[in-house]
């Protein structure tokens, strides 16, 4: 059997409980969200927040995704270049209207920008039904799908529906909640209260269909060893 080691993408959750920073929140995951407007793998998709302070939330979130320059990239100012291709924003038209069809709201953003390049707004979607494709398909682009949560249970079951378990992110200031999430969370990285993954001397890589083994840290050979047992009586 040939040694692989395969990193196949996600759908990042990040939680954000009631008694979290919610200003470093919003400051840390909308960086990581429009990020490479966010045509990463580790980009958090599905953010998930508690009732309590969902609406203050949202407010600071759309407004840090307003502020977002998006143009050239080798520009002085910019923030956000294009999407990879005309096909992701094709995408990212078509993820779009399909939730809107099945009753989402657009918080701000959802359009293509000009007709040159391929440039897509800053994009935040609420009232999202689990139905809807982007709930379910990895956007892979600037757009944020975000939920309100009532208790722990249902944020953990609604972070751990998909079959995908590479990133997850989470913001509390309780002890006790980020080690339950460290046993709960489906995933094979979690970041709580900052964003260190992607780190040269750490292991990176997904459970259930997000890839199997690790890059980085020793844990990248492990897969690479063979284990030899050795046995003799004298």
Request: net charge negative; with cysteine; hydrophobic share 45%.
């Amino acid at each position: 059997m040939k040694r692989v080691t395969m990193e196949l993408g996600g759908h990042a959750p990040a939680l954000v409980f009631d008694d979290a920073d919610i200003d470093l929140a919003v400051r840390l995951l909308a960086g990581a969200k429009f990020r490479n407007a966010g045509q990463v793998c580790v980009a958090p998709t599905r953010f998930l927040i508690q009732e309590r302070v969902f609406e203050k939330f949202l407010d600071r979130f759309v407004k840090a995704a307003e502020l977002v320059a998006v143009g050239d990239g080798l520009s002085d100012g910019t923030t956000m270049g294009p999407l990879a291709n005309a096909r992701r924003v094709e995408a990212m038209e078509a993820l779009t209207a399909d939730a809107v069809m099945r009753g989402a709201k657009i918080a701000t953003g959802g359009k293509r920008i000009g007709n040159l390049g391929n440039f897509f707004q800053p994009t935040v979607l609420t009232d999202v039904p689990e139905d809807a494709r982007v709930l379910n398909e990895e956007p892979f682009g600037p757009m944020a799908i975000v939920s309100a949560f009532s208790d722990y249970g249902s944020a953990i079951a609604e972070a751990n529906r998909l079959p995908y378990g590479l990133a997850a992110y989470a913001y509390t200031t309780s002890a006790k909640t980020s080690a339950d999430l460290a046993r709960d969370i489906e995933a094979g990285m979690l970041s709580i209260n900052h964003h260190g993954l992607a780190l040269p001397e750490l292991p990176f890589g997904g459970i259930k269909d997000s890839g199997h083994g690790s890059e980085g840290g020793t844990e990248a050979m492990e897969s690479y060893f063979n284990t030899k047992l050795v046995t003799e009586a004298t």
